[in-house]
């Protein structure tokens, strides 16, 4: 009997301002990964335009739009999954969302994801405010990919591990984590936030991300990632763009967490605070 799998790519990419020399590389990237077997292809973060905030509002677009209708387009040609990283969607006159979307094989968009914890920080290179202009989304969201679920979130989500058990406990075996990471954040915490969802979700975790030097001068982390349920690194990518492939035994993650049933020894009686 066949194995339950699932190869997937987690794309690396250096946005610019320019969506449509943007959209050439993610194609491009797409497509290769697809080549190479990936049955899920995943973007990074604000992908489509990326590092510079004054330019955001104008490429701000409705979804559906005609930046997923290039992504549905992409995933029925290529037959694969495709997650839309993160794009800017419009939210009414003064702020944005920063919104994941879900392609099936066939262009079907299945899941719209709008990023809940929002980055309003002091790092160690600069203040981030990202709720200046971008709106908080509400809801927790979960899209079926084949035989196995996939939780979304994005970026700054991955600080808070209250998202990813209720992921969890609403069946996803994958959780995906487009980002952005700045270089000084990511190179401390990129690698072990991402272990930790794995581990404590007993889940794999596919991480597409930013890399590089922006339009404004500040840097992305990069270093995409792919991981399994014991927090083993399966994949990584190196400082350029491209991805990272692996397949995802799915088999042994459901005989991971039946053999050390962590999630199933919950006790959410004793949780009330």
Known sequence: MKNRELKVA????????????????AEALVRSAATAGAELVALPELWSCHGLESVYKENAEPVPGSTTDFLSGLARELGVYVLGGSILEEAGPERMHNTSTFFTPDGELAAVYRKIHLFD?????REYLESASIAPGEEVVTAKAGATTVG?????????????????????????????FTLQTGKD????????????????????????????????????????PWGTLLATCP????????????DYLERFRTEFPALK???PAAYDW
Not at 10 to 25: F, G
Not at 201 to 219: L, M
Not at 239 to 250: E, I, P, S, V
């Open 121 to 125: 920080v002091k790092a160690p290179d």
């Open 189 to 228: 915490h990129w690698e072990v936030l991402l272990r930790a969802r794995a581990v404590e979700n007993q889940a794999f975790v596919i991480a597409p991300a930013q890399w590089g030097q922006k339009a404004d001068g500040r840097w992305t982390y990069g270093r995409s990632l792919i991981v399994d």
């Open 265 to 267: 020894n919950r006790r």
């Open 152 to 180: 979304l979130s994005v970026c700054y989500d991955v600080r808070f591990p209250e998202l990813y058990r209720l992921l969890a406990l609403r069946g996803a075996e994958v959780l995906a984590v487009p980002a952005a």
């Open 239 to 250: 400082d350029r763009d491209g991805y990272a492939l692996a397949t995802l035994d799915l």
């Open 10 to 25: 987690a794309v690396q990419m250096s946005s610019t301002p320019d969506k449509e020399e943007n959209l050439a590389t």
